[in-house]
């Protein structure tokens, strides 16, 4: 094998290494942004901001996970409506979003078994004599 040969294989390699990276990169599907509308979503968070903080003059956790049963317990107050959003920031199509309603200062019981194992972000909004809520807990199933 002369010189010429060696480079033009050398050339050839990189090229088909180059074609199949690239065509593995289109034929993925399972890519996702963490949310579809992530400027107007972005506009909004100063009232995010006031969420968080009312739910931090509250001085109790809303939502208290227990690993050992894979549970998570909602301890809202009476009166207390809302959303619970089960994010999986790895694949949306596994994202869940549950009504919560409090009541008789009740803590509601959330199975999370059913849920496949990963890293998870629990995301609580509710509502209550006119002032909203926000509280999120960060588990691993």
Same mark, same amino acid.
């Given at each position: 094998?002369? /010189?010429?040969?060696?480079?033009?294989?050398?050339f050839?390699?990189?090229?088909?290494?180059?074609?199949?990276? #690239?065509?593995?990169?289109? &034929?993925?599907?399972?890519?996702?942004?963490?949310?579809?509308?992530?400027?107007?979503? @972005?506009?909004?968070?100063?009232?995010?901001?006031d969420?968080?903080?009312?739910?931090?003059?509250?001085?109790?956790? #809303?939502?208290?996970?227990?690993?050992?049963?894979?549970?998570l317990?909602?301890?809202? =107050?009476?009166?207390?409506s809302?959303?619970?959003?089960?994010?999986r =920031?790895?694949?949306a199509r596994?994202?869940?979003?549950l009504?919560?309603?409090?009541?008789? *200062?009740?803590?509601?019981?959330?199975?999370? *078994?059913?849920? *496949? =194992?990963?890293? /998870?972000?629990? &995301?609580?909004? /509710?509502?209550?004599?006119?002032?909203?809520?926000?509280? @999120? *807990?960060? #588990?691993?199933?």
């Amino acid at each position: 094998m002369n /010189w010429g040969n060696a480079i033009v294989l050398v050339f050839v390699a990189f090229a088909a290494i180059m074609v199949t990276m #690239v065509t593995i990169c289109i &034929k993925q599907d399972d890519l996702h942004l963490v949310t579809q509308n992530y400027y107007e979503e @972005e506009i909004k968070y100063q009232e995010h901001i006031d969420k968080v903080i009312n739910s931090r003059d509250l001085g109790v956790n #809303v939502l208290q996970y227990d690993a050992a049963n894979k549970e998570l317990a909602l301890d809202l =107050p009476e009166g207390a409506s809302g959303s619970l959003h089960l994010f999986r =920031p790895s694949d949306a199509r596994l994202d869940q979003k549950l009504k919560i309603e409090g009541g008789d *200062k009740e803590s509601r019981m959330v199975e999370l *078994k059913v849920l *496949k =194992p990963g890293y /998870w972000h629990l &995301k609580l909004t /509710w509502e209550r004599d006119g002032l909203s809520y926000y509280e @999120e *807990k960060k #588990v691993d199933l």
